[in-house]
């Protein structure tokens, strides 16, 4: 079978940062870059109207971090997903790991966020990865693999390829240490086998991405690899020009 041709993605990840004047700074520095990816930026819900009225006319799409399993209705604090694509969301994060940490969200309601969302025509980004306890004890593909069986179970791989996923390994993720190419690579592949165990055609188009203090000067390596299809940047995506500096390196 052909492969088929994965056009990159790199996603920004800004957290819980950003004011009204540093967005406005960054949106403004954003339009004068021309990256040669697909680009989303996701914003903290609050800020997601003046981010996505600055990005209009650009190459990159809004995306929101987290979004509610439920439909709209009464639970205090939550946001739905009709809310986000009445914004001009396009993209939502499901599941980081920062979530699934502080925030007690296991992998039956990352799985229901992730139906939601696709269900919704949101794409998600739907992030999997172990810590470093699960990484010494030789347990990388079984976590992963157990966090993915979760959402493959609620949604097909057809639909989880309208977004995208991410491999984050948690030790990499804010601490500066980066996986190295071919530990990245070799979880992209075992989640690629996994998704084409459930559907061949479907697993060659679904884009995996890396997440974990991916910089300027260590993207092009990791984008490189055959199974990494584009990144997940958090505390890099905080500076327009260090996170242009990441997009064009996916080529
Ligand atoms: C993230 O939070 O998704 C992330 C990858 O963060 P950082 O790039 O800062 O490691």
Redesign the pocket.
């Known amino acids: 079978m052909e492969a088929a041709v994965r056009r990159k993605l790199v996603a920004a ?1 800004w ?1 819980m940062n950003g004011s009204s004047a540093a967005n406005a700074q960054w949106v403004a520095a954003w339009r004068a870059v021309k990256a040669p990816c697909e680009v989303a930026v996701c914003a903290p819900f609050v800020y997601l109207p003046q981010v996505g009225a600055g990005l209009a006319g650009t190459s990159a799409e809004l995306g929101a971090q987290n979004l509610s399993e439920q439909a709209p209705g009464a639970f205090t604090g939550e946001v739905a997903g009709e809310m986000l694509l009445e914004v001009g969301c396009r993209w939502v ?1 499901v599941g ?3 979530r699934r940490a502080m925030y007690g969200e296991n992998s039956e309601l990352v799985a229901k966020k992730a139906a939601r969302a696709v269900a919704l025509g949101l794409k998600p980004i739907v ?1 999997v990865g172990e810590t470093l306890a699960e990484r010494d004890a030789g347990r990388t593909l079984e976590v992963v693999g157990t966090q993915l069986a979760a959402v493959l179970s609620l949604c097909p791989v057809e639909q989880l390829a309208s977004g995208a996923l ?1 491999y ?1 390994p948690v030790w ?4 500066g240490r980066t996986a190295t190419p071919a530990q990245a690579q070799e979880v992209h592949a075992a989640i690629r086998a996994q998704l084409a165990r459930a559907d061949t055609q479907a697993a060659q188009r679904a884009r995996i991405l890396y ?4 910089k300027p000067g260590n993207a092009g390596e990791l984008f490189a690899q055959p199974d990494i299809d584009g ?7 905080l500076a327009a020009a260090e996170f242009a500096a990441i997009c064009a390196a996916a080529t």
């Open positions: 990840n957290k994060i980081h790991s920062e992030c991410a984050e990499a993720i804010g601490t997440g974990g203090s991916v990144g997940l940047i958090g505390g890099a995506s």
